[in-house]
């Protein structure tokens, strides 16, 4: 079972930046996709960014193009999330996830292994 801890969460105002990580442990890293989700209290779990195994691609929700970037750094088994220009409707619990290879990647029922969340707060 692969083990994720996130990281970097907090309060932030409206434009401002935050990096979060994800820490990995368990099992094979470099062997899975790696995503990030956010939930917002109730609404559903919605896909931010995902990246592949080596390449690497990447992928992102339309509402965090060109604002948020995925990278991994397989040596030391961590997924980041640089998040810039933040918005007040960014603001919701942050999931790293891990899947194999297989089909999706938006989806948070094709990942097997979740972390616990961070909270990222945006400010107006």
């Known amino acids: 079972q692969v083990q994720l801890v996130e990281s970097g969460g907090g309060l932030v105002q409206a434009g401002g930046s935050l990096r979060l990580s994800c820490a990995a442990s368990?099992?094979?890293?470099?062997?899975?996709?790696m995503g990030w989700f956010r939930q917002a209290p109730g609404k559903e779990r919605e896909f931010v960014a995902a990246?592949?195994?080596?390449?690497?691609?990447?992928y992102y929700g339309d509402y965090v193009k060109d604002r948020f970037t995925i990278s991994r750094d397989n040596a030391k088994n961590t997924v980041y999330l640089q998040m810039n220009s933040l918005k007040p409707e960014d603001t919701a619990v942050y999931y790293c996830?891990?899947?194999?290879?297989?089909?999706?990647?938006?989806?948070?029922?094709?990942?097997?292994?979740w972390g616990q969340g961070t909270q990222v707060t945006v400010s107006s």
């Open positions: 996830a891990a899947k194999p290879a297989g089909l999706g990647y938006v989806a948070p029922s094709s990942y097997n292994y």
């Open positions: 368990g099992r094979t890293f470099s062997t899975y996709y």
């Open positions: 990246i592949s195994r080596s390449g690497p691609s990447t």
